[in-house]
């Protein structure tokens, strides 16, 4: 279940492979490790973390990865495509652990994809449920300030600085080596030293808290660049626990102090799960409210569209160019004015219509309507009605007698 390290432990070359993956696990352990360190001890973190039930994924990258930016940002383009196969299956809290150079050689790349500076294979979703998910940092015996001198110390590889041989000889080849790397430092990567940093102190916008593990008796890791590096991550205000122990080498902390360092590991590794589920959370919230307010908006909207064509239908009921009746309307007889449909106000009251036309009985029409034309003047007939009404006998109206109480309804042959 552990690969191989050293910059190809899953055959592939590109150092990344997954030291311990079980189907139930806390979160996943995301370790960026460099040749300064051996496969041993790599076994002894994968270890660590398993027994915290945490599954780890680890980019052990050959020791020149740091010096060619375009080598890491490939690596960590492999590393991502892992944990989003990884996350799509379920989702869990990254915790990010950098040894020593690893913060150059793969993470600084893998927080630029995160942040939106690289372009490569991923898209923005699968950048974005990788960035949802970074819980924790924990930097141990680094981030190294990649200065030239300092640089060439670490740029020999394990195999290098173990070589048996005339000491002579090795001193030649160290100086070298040394040199060398010292002008590349000056005239290539020397320029790259701000973006490093700056990468790095961008981390805090994730919201995850850190642990820094150091030592003053670090030979390779000058003591005052850790101390300011934590100064100012909590500067922009990030969760710091700084970590200092006195007699432990670089990456040499949890060996000589294992119950300390389990300790600290495990304080930060809880803080994670609870950054992890608490921002779940918000999100399920944000989520949820938003859904309310669409729900509610799209409620009005239905709403607002039943009233439009409500209204709509009506106008066309009432004022259709077939329909030959007029709406009541108080004010078609107010002071003598003549009456204008709503349809002709509604078209910028330009058109002004007389009174709708009525039909005369003294009219032809009337005649064939009524059978008979209506005299003009009703005078001087005897007008008699019989029957009763209500049992009562009807009075006869004569000559000259006012039409008191007549009504009579004409019925059409149409």
Not at 93 to 98: E, R
Not at 379 to 387: A, L, N, V, Y
Request: charged content about 20%; overall charge neutral; aromatic content about 10%.
């Amino acid at each position: 279940m552990f690969g191989g390290g050293g910059g190809g432990g899953d055959g592939n070359g590109d150092g990344v492979y997954w030291g311990r993956k079980e189907g139930d696990r806390r979160g996943i352990v995301v370790m960026f490790a460099w040749g300064s360190i051996s496969d041993k001890q790599l076994r002894d973190y994968v270890d660590l973390y398993t027994s915290l039930r945490w599954n780890s994924l680890l980019s052990h990258s050959h020791f020149l990865h740091a010096f060619y930016p375009e080598k890491a940002m490939a690596v960590a383009f492999v590393l991502l495509s892992q944990l989003v196969q990884e996350l799509k299956i379920r989702t869990c809290p990254i915790v990010f652990v950098a040894f020593s150079g690893g913060s150059k050689s793969c993470l600084y790349k893998v927080l630029q994809i995160l942040q939106g500076i690289g372009e490569g294979q991923l898209d923005a979703d699968e950048v974005q449920l990788v960035k949802s998910c970074v819980s924790g940092h924990i930097y141990d015996s680094s981030p190294v300030d990649f200065t030239s001198d300092l640089g060439a110390q670490f740029a020999f590889h394990s195999s290098i600085r173990n070589f048996s041989g005339p000491l002579k000889l090795v001193s030649w080849v160290a100086k070298g080596i040394a040199f060398g790397l010292d002008g590349l430092y000056l005239t290539r990567f020397e320029c790259q030293r701000a973006e490093y940093w700056q990468t790095l102190y961008s981390s805090v916008d994730f919201g995850a808290p850190f642990l820094i593990l150091c030592s003053e008796d670090d030979g390779l890791l000058p003591y005052q660049v850790i101390c300011k590096f934590s100064r100012r991550l909590q500067d922009l205000g990030g969760d710091v626990n700084f970590v200092k122990w006195n007699g432990s080498p670089h990456i040499g902390h949890y060996k000589h102090y294992p119950i300390q360092y389990r300790a600290a590991v495990t304080a930060l590794l809880e803080k994670a799960e609870s950054v992890y589920l608490q921002r779940n959370r918000e999100l399920g919230l944000r989520v949820g409210l938003e859904g309310t307010r669409d729900e509610i908006s799209e409620l009005i909207c239905d709403l607002q569209k039943a009233a439009l064509n409500s209204n709509q239908s009506l106008r066309r009921v009432a004022l259709g160019p077939s329909d030959h009746f007029f709406l009541p309307s108080s004010a078609e007889y107010h002071n003598g004015k003549e009456s204008v449909p709503l349809q002709d106000e509604q078209k910028g009251r330009s058109v002004i219509l007389t009174n709708p036309p009525r039909i005369s009985a003294h009219s032809v029409l009337g005649q064939v309507l009524f059978d008979a034309c209506v005299p003009k003047n009703v005078e001087g007939w005897d007008i008699r009605f019989s029957g009763s009404l209500n049992g009562q006998p009807l009075a006869s109206a004569r000559r000259r007698s006012p039409f008191q109480g007549f009504k009579c309804n004409r019925r059409s042959r149409l």
